[in-house]
């Protein structure tokens, strides 16, 4: 039985794998449940069997990638220091923002928006929905151990990931011809969560 799971997840994992390289590199509309089954090497029925069609796909694809950032990868005892934690989720979450798969499938729905306007939701419900979710958890269990004092986990978390864009992202997302450094970025994000802490520092 648990030769079979992991035989299922070997196959599951190859197909998202395709499916992330070719929704990237080819767009949503010309990419096929035929032509991702060819590049990960199995059955089409083999694809259909792991997920029932292509939004779906599309949808699991998208939190694979978030998930494998590990944004809130953490044990209880790295609690202790709440610039440590939050300055290494700023960092996994810039990292996961400016990945090349992350630009072009953000591209992606605004380009096929119109033709697919389901893209753009199930971009949002797969991706920044439920990482929002997720730092919402965190925030809720950094005012739970009074780190800090956060009324509404939810807004907290929106400002915090809205905040750590920043001039570096816009500048990626536009292509600009000057980009910030590693450095400007990184000076930005400990300035950032710096703020954030003395804005929700326990009364």
């Not at 080819?26 to 032509?35: I, P, V, W």
């Not at 939004?55 to 610039?83: G, H, P, T």
Request: proline fraction near 2%; include cysteine.
């Amino acid at each position: 039985m648990q030769k079979n799971r992991s035989k299922n997840e070997t196959k599951r994992k190859q197909i998202l794998d395709a499916a992330t390289e070719l929704f990237t590199e080819k767009g949503y509309a010309t990419t096929s449940m035929d032509l991702i089954a060819r590049q990960a090497d199995v059955s089409k029925q083999t694809v259909y069997s792991h997920f029932g069609s292509k939004d779906d796909l599309f949808a699991a694809a998208i939190e694979q990638k978030c998930d494998s950032y590990r944004m809130l990868d953490f044990s209880l005892e790295d609690f202790s220091d709440v610039n440590v934690t939050l300055l290494a989720v700023a960092k996994r979450f810039f990292s996961m923002l400016i990945a090349k798969e992350t630009l072009a499938v953000h591209k992606i729905c605004a380009y096929e928006s119109k033709s697919y306007p389901q893209l753009s939701e199930l971009f949002y419900h797969a991706g920044p929905e439920r990482l929002t979710t997720e730092v919402a958890k965190l925030m809720a269990l950094l005012d739970e151990k009074k780190a800090l004092s956060i009324a509404n986990p939810h807004h907290a978390a929106v400002q915090f990931l809205t905040m750590l864009k920043g001039e570096a992202w816009l500048r990626i997302e536009f292509n600009t011809r000057k980009q910030l450094t590693p450095e400007e970025i990184d000076d930005y994000i400990c300035a950032t969560v710096a703020m954030f802490i003395r804005a929700y520092a326990p009364q």
